[in-house]
């Protein structure tokens, strides 16, 4: 079965601040695929990072990093210098190869000014 | 163009209508995907159509009927709901299924819907 777990239900930080959001995940696949969405209050799910198991190589994407462990099953994703517009639900979700796609419960992060 | 739209936005239905949403994506994605989406939840899969065919079905009551009439379109035809049906319906396309590759899904607005 696969499961993602994100510990941390809401985070506040103020504007400027750097905030790192944990994602641990649980799968007996091989070959899996982690991915990042952003959901702000509007409601759409708009994507942020798709990432395969073979792939350790952390990536920076302007003010966003992602950082893959596979040693501690973990996909970290660090918002550097965050602004107001930062504020959403963040998802870190987790995917085998027949697409069904498995989500953790989400963090919330605040962003204030 | 990453666009995924959905209709309507928000639908207010009583427990006997029928209603149904629909989901239309340009991008030439041939899978398409029905999400629920309780308040301050994540996103739970209801239903996967492949080429147009349905491939996951997560065991989602009969009172939830999905259709896929052609490759750009996909509809939740929905009869008879409960007041717990209330949440936000959320469907994504990908390019396609394949056994060896998960797609990146790409989401519509959602429709916020509630029963009364």
């Known amino acids: 079965a696969q499961k993602v777990t994100q510990a941390q239900t809401e985070i506040s930080v103020v504007e400027k601040e750097d905030v790192t959001l944990d994602c641990v995940y649980e799968?007996?696949?091989?070959?899996?695929?982690l991915f990042w969405y952003k959901q702000p209050p509007s409601g759409e799910l708009v994507f942020l990072i798709r990432?395969?198991?073979?792939?350790?190589q952390n990536e920076i994407s302007g003010r966003y990093s992602w950082n893959f462990q596979k040693s501690t099953s973990s996909f970290n994703f660090t918002i550097t210098a965050s602004q107001v517009v930062d504020s959403a639900v963040y998802f870190c979700a987790l995917s085998g190869g027949d697409n069904d796609m498995r989500f953790g419960a989400g963090t919330r992060l605040t962003v204030k000014p | 163009d990453t666009e995924v739209t959905q209709t309507p936005k928000h639908l207010v239905m009583g427990m006997t209508n029928k209603k149904s949403l629909k989901c239309e994506q340009h991008m030439g994605h041939r899978a398409m995907y029905w999400y629920k989406q309780k308040a301050k939840k994540p996103p739970e899969l209801m239903f996967v159509y492949s080429y147009e065919k349905l491939s996951i079905n997560e065991s989602v009551p009969s009172r939830f009927s999905p259709e896929c009439p052609n490759s750009s379109l996909l509809n939740l035809h929905l009869h008879a709901l409960q007041p717990e049906d209330s949440a936000l319906y959320l469907c994504?396309?990908?390019?396609?299924?394949?056994?060896?590759?998960?797609?990146?899904?790409?989401f519509g607005p959602g429709t916020r819907l509630t029963v009364l």
């Open positions: 994504a396309s990908s390019q396609a299924l394949d056994r060896e590759l998960a797609d990146t899904q790409y």
């Open positions: 990432r395969n198991s073979f792939d350790e």
């Open positions: 799968t007996r696949d091989t070959t899996y695929y």
